[in-house]
């Protein structure tokens, strides 16, 4: 028969605990020591199963990387955009393969830091900054002119640079930024640089673009967002779109130029591009850092496919198409519009000022 405790209360012995054969009324020191060494390996063992599915998914999350060992002594690649994230990993393979590398970035004390790490990390002391505004055509036509007037030869002009749903601000010239950055400065700046890719065939254009151009639209009656209510995800979509769409249309018009062009999505990743995003939500920002940790590419995974169509082997063939995990890829059926090519190609020619090609 059980005690009563004060007040009536019915005492019950705990599940486990004190009975025949404790003799003290703890709990046996055997029965214990084996309920918590299986609690051990059970935790050990869920520990091991977890760390092990988070490996596989940030393998499967960090894409295909580029086995060419191709080597670029001789050769001279620009990239903008290139003092931070993917653009500066792209310069440092770039660098690591021997090519001489321009940097051409908006903030030179930055595109500086970025340089001297990239000569540092990978011994070649042939890595130059110049200064380039993407936002501003003046600016792009004075570093074209004097990238020809100094460079002896153009192998791999990679158009790295880009905002990311900035709020809707207008350029000196009047422009959307987001189009006028991602696309329009872009475009003129490949056109003006044209006669040296030329001469220094077989030489490619690499335009990183992104997944985001599924679903994008251009919108020819309103590019700027003069009418319509401006939405920073529907600009940068038709930015995303309009290199996909320049893209194809710039290896049509260079065929059997020797010159090849090819678009590409570089993934997900953790770099300074979703700033704005971050802005417009910061509380989100602060929930997603976190995960952004497990579920982004880093730069390093970011640049691979970058790398892959400036320097495997055999792609000219494939001029005009469109890449991701280093592999070919379809883009959205808004992105094979080669009506909608052609008349992007015209009208960016006209806003920028430039004569066809």
């Not at 540092?120 to 501003?136: K, P, Q, Y």
Request: overall charge positive; some cysteine.
């Amino acid at each position: 028969m059980k005690a009563a405790a004060p007040g009536g209360f019915l005492v019950l012995p705990w599940p486990g605990g004190g009975g025949a054969g404790t003799g003290d009324g703890g709990s046996d020191p055997v029965v214990g020591e084996e309920g918590w060494g299986r609690l051990l390996l059970r935790s050990g063992a869920l520990l091991g199963f977890t760390l092990i599915c988070m490996a596989v998914l940030r393998k499967w999350i960090g894409g295909g990387v580029c086995r060419c060992s191709v080597r670029l002594d001789g050769k001279t690649v620009l990239i903008t955009g290139a003092n931070t994230g993917i653009g500066k990993e792209t310069s440092r393979d770039m660098a690591q393969r021997g090519a001489r590398v321009v940097m051409a970035c908006r903030d030179l004390t930055r595109a500086e830091r970025a340089a001297e790490e990239v000569r540092r990390s990978t011994g070649n002391g042939n890595v130059v900054i110049r200064h380039l505004d993407l936002a501003s055509v003046y600016s792009v036509k004075q570093f074209a002119k004097d990238f020809l007037d100094s460079e002896d030869r153009l192998d791999i002009l990679i158009n790295n640079a880009g905002v990311m749903m900035c709020p809707k601000w207008l350029t000196e010239d009047g422009f959307e930024t987001q189009l006028a950055v991602n696309h329009l400065g872009h475009f003129l700046l490949t056109n003006l640089l044209v006669p040296k890719l030329k001469s220094s065939a077989p030489s490619r254009v690499i335009n990183v673009s992104s997944i985001a151009h599924q679903g994008g639209r251009i919108d020819f009656d309103d590019l700027f967002f003069s009418r319509r209510t401006y939405s920073s995800l529907e600009s940068y979509r038709q930015s995303k779109l309009a290199n996909v769409l320049f893209s194809r249309e710039l290896a049509c018009r260079l065929k059997g130029s020797g010159v090849s062009s090819f678009s590409l999505h570089p993934g997900v990743i953790r770099t300074e591009l979703g700033r704005h995003v971050e802005g417009w939500f910061p509380l989100l920002g602060m929930l997603l850092r976190l995960p952004s940790l497990l579920l982004m590419k880093t730069p390093w995974q970011g640049c691979q496919t970058t790398v892959y169509c400036a320097v495997t082997p055999g792609l000219e063939e494939r001029s005009g198409r469109y890449f991701s995990d280093c592999a070919e890829k379809e883009t959205a059926p808004e992105g094979r519009d080669d009506v909608a090519a052609r008349r992007l190609w015209e009208e960016s020619a006209r806003l920028v000022g430039l004569k066809d090609l």
